[in-house]
């Protein structure tokens, strides 16, 4: 068969057969995989590998060994029974290889009074399923599998290797993938199929938290004077912020961000602080998450932001003796960065050209993937693509469009021909030429 | 006996017992009487009252009652075992009649590692007794009854009724002073010995808490400006808060207030807001305490706050559609105003004169006191005047010094005398020769 007589056969494999996908998805969502309890979400994911005649490595991560590299950043203390699966087909040689990359860890459900649906009962209603975790991101992993499926079932012989991951701990920092990149997987390029609504993510904003603590000097609210309000000195703080937002926005220049508002956001998240409302307030202390650009290197922009709030003591002196105290706790979200001329991009337009007969929009991501440690941990170039959309993820009623996961199916099964190389028979009439 | 002759023998008395005094205040500070535990620090009342041959009323307010009462405050459900006391001394007749008002409940010791000494314990060393309630007010209390126990010693016979009330619930809105008003305690002018530092403190400060609730709209961190960030929008309630307090405090004119930086403060004492660093945080709660001037009505300071802070939407457009809730909780202490010519004052400041041979200091409050209700509610006058010092209330080791105590209490017994007028020997003789 000639090439595009393989990517038909695959395409119409795929067509005919979207209910394997369907059940797929559902028996995933039917698996509730929060922070801890990836296991049986895992377990269908390798019943289902297990049909391609793929190498498959399932592992815990060891936390141990994590703690050992500086892009660990996870609060988890324990990974028993949250394994990790790496599934490896071997290409011919002589192709790109590909690390096809999902996570299996879905975000808490939130309170059951939000959602219309069973959160976990995966409910098919006007072409969407609902259901924590569809679109964020079982629903691309199912993208995934199913292409894979098509792959094996039409009996493609790719040139370069596929590696197919479902990691656990994406949503609290990437330890899965980190343990992956640890244990030596590398690939010449990667797709996360997070929910971008069918855009090209070629670039994702990373992000880190900080906690700011305020000091103040109580007294009784009745002679306020006598205090110093740590709740009045935070406004000073929220003003440096901001006035740090709009500098470090300033320098973006990255025509992807042309249509967004705030490139690289600095939010302050949350605020506490006082004890008692006869007091003054002796301390605040304001949590937030400090974006960083896909260009940046996280140390640089935690070492601006703590240097712009030691110039807090220029707006008021109380700042001099009592500066702020920053740390950089939870989770951390590596930024991601494409060169517009890497064949990701270029491979990716194609298929998806030439499913949907348009080019595909390329954008920004204002969020962090596990991209991120795959490229600067893993030295593997990124592209983020999947079917789901952003703003359902971590929501109630949660859902993802069938046809779009179908869609995104056959995208990224003409994607991994075309990175991979396929041995097509002509291929195979000389290689046989040559043997004999 | 002539007057003087009285007043020497009642001062020589209390020079002689103040070892009673002390033992008094350590058996009171022993008795723990925090909110609810107030039964055993009574006992140590009663038992000295009824040495007295006053008429004692004990009673457990009713909470029944009590909420039909507008100024009725307090959070707290039930006063079983929460006693309060009225001992009353019924004079001879044409004089003005005195209540002496004092608390005898703590507030709680807070954490033991700030307290060099137990707070239960009532540690004697160096003059000062220590231990939570010692100046607040169990060392105005001590005062009072010892003043009582002197006259009582010295066979003074009073022309104005005198009734000592052994009050619960004055740190938590005032429930037992409100209860014993409501029973029909009522007098000509009353004292409290609320801890002044021996100043007279003529007015007082009230004040009642505010919750303001600002709204914001939930949004992803890394997509800000979908968002609306109530902690940003809290700024405006805050700089507003300020200003109110400015414009508040510029209308005060009393010389009383000329050396005090801001007579009544608006307090913003606790903020909390945002649920997730990484989210823009859709609520922001904040609480405070707003003082009321002496001559204020708080009904009236409620609404102008409220009003004031419906021009939000003239700083910022988004309180047009989301005005912030305003809810005024928990307790209230009500303000207090004598006239500057109140008998009140110059008996008191006579009393002060002959033990002291210099003129007292006269203050406002900072804080409230049952004095406001007894005013408010009782059509009682009031004038504030006690051995503590308001600085080591509700603090760590909280003290007495015994000087302060001894010396507090050889006024109040002259001011006792003095207002409610003394039957003298001479009087007895023009009496006994009416009859005659």
């Known amino acids: 068969m000639r090439m595009e007589e ?41 019943e289902k590998l297990r049909q391609f005649q793929m190498d498959i490595d399932v592992w815990e991560p060891s936390l141990k060994q994590l703690k050992q590299h500086p892009y660990f950043k996870s609060d988890r203390s324990d990974f028993h029974e949250s394994p990790n699966i790496v599934a490896k087909k071997t290409g011919a040689g ?17 309170s059951l009074k939000d959602w219309t649906y069973e959160p976990f009962q995966a409910v098919e209603e006007n072409g969407k399923i609902y259901g924590r975790g569809s679109t964020d ?19 493609v012989k790719l040139k370069g290797d596929v590696l197919f991951q479902s990691v656990i701990d994406e949503e609290c920092g990437g330890a899965g993938t980190l343990s992956a990149i640890m244990r030596g997987y590398r690939a010449d390029g990667a797709l996360i199929p997070e929910p971008t609504n069918m855009k090209l993510f070629i670039k994702q904003q990373g992000s880190m938290w ?19 309000s740590a709740i009045e000195k935070s406004m000073h703080v929220i003003t440096a912020i901001q006035e740090l937002e709009k500098v470090r926005n300033a320098r973006i220049s990255d025509p992807l961000y042309d249509n967004v508002p705030i490139p690289v956001p600095v939010n302050i998240g949350t605020i506490s602080g006082g004890a008692w ?20 290197q996280p140390e640089a922009v935690k070492l601006e932001l703590e240097n712009w709030l030691k110039d807090l003591e220029y707006r008021d002196e109380w700042f001099k003796r009592h500066p702020v105290k920053v740390e950089w706790f939870g989770a951390q979200w590596l930024p991601n960065d494409l060169p517009d001329d890497h064949p990701l991009i270029s491979v990716l337009q194609s298929a998806y050209q030439k499913m949907k007969r ?60 075309d990175w991979c190389g396929v041995h097509t028979d002509g291929e195979d009439a000389d290689a046989k030429v040559d043997k004999e």
């Not at 192709?95 to 996570?103: A, D, E, M, V, Y």
């Not at 900080?210 to 110093?228: N, S």
Request: net charge negative; glycine share 12%.
């Open 358 to 417: 348009t080019a595909p929009i390329t954008e920004a991501s204002p969020w962090g993937t596990d991209g991120g440690l795959l490229y600067h941990a893993g030295d593997t170039p990124v592209i983020v693509f999947g079917p789901g959309e952003t703003k359902t993820a971590h929501q109630a009623n949660e859902y993802i469009e069938v046809e779009a996961m179908i869609e995104s199916a056959k995208i990224i099964a003409l994607f991994v021909m």
């Open 277 to 296: 409302p006869s007091s003054v307030a002796d301390r605040v202390v304001i949590e937030g998450r400090c974006g960083i650009a896909p260009h940046e």
């Open 137 to 155: 991101m079982k629903g691309g992993n199912t993208a995934l599998l199913f292409a894979l499926e098509a792959l094996h079932a039409c009996d």
């Open 94 to 110: 002589g192709g790109r290889s590909l690390i096809l990359n999902g996570h299996i860890d879905v975000v808490p459900e939130g």
């Open 6 to 46: 393989i990517e038909r056969k695959v395409i119409g494999w795929l067509d005919q057969h979207s209910a394997k996908a369907i059940r797929l998805l559902k028996r995933l969502i039917g698996e509730k995989s929060t922070l801890g309890s990836e296991f049986n979400a895992q377990a269908v994911v390798l």
């Open 210 to 228: 900080f906690r700011i603590t305020v000091k103040g000097l109580a007294a009784h609210g009745g002679t306020r004077y006598e205090g110093v």
